[in-house]
Nanobody, 117 residues
Framework: QVQLVESGGGLVQAGGSLRLSCGASGSTFSMRRMGWYRQAPGKQRELVASITSGGSTNYADSVMGRFTISRDNTKNTVYLQMNSLKPEDTAVYYC???????????WGQGTQVTVSS
């Protein structure tokens, strides 16, 4: 069973930056498309960024140009660099491996990002 551990969240003012990290146990990480999701209070979880095993990336329109996803397969870790943060980015952020847009591993605890105006 793969375990996901997210970290790096916090409280930041609008316009600030944060870098999230997600470590995954297990040997299949490097072969997986990985993604960062977020869930705001009262809203559904949404995929905001993804990266293939080869490093190709995709972003939701809401974060395009502000967020950058990357990965280090030697460390089984995926990152999310978040710049120019907005209050509407406030959410719990999760990572997961993706098939068909859905996370396929058990969800971790997530990391809270709060952006104050």
């Amino acid at each position: 069973q793969v375990q996901l551990v997210e970290s790096g969240g916090g409280l930041v003012q609008a316009g600030g930056s944060l870098r999230l990290s997600c470590g995954a146990s297990g040997s299949t990480f490097s072969m997986r498309r990985m993604g960062w999701y977020r869930q705001a209070p009262g809203k559904q979880r949404e995929l905001v960024a993804s990266i293939t095993s080869g490093g190709s990336t995709n972003y939701a329109d809401s974060v395009m140009g502000r967020f950058t996803i990357s990965r280090d397969n030697t460390k089984n870790t995926v990152y999310l660099q978040m710049n120019s943060l907005k209050p509407e980015d406030t959410a719990v952020y999760y990572c997961n491996a993706i098939i068909g847009g859905y996370g396929i591993w058990s969800w971790g605890q997530g990391t809270q990002v709060t952006v104050s105006s």
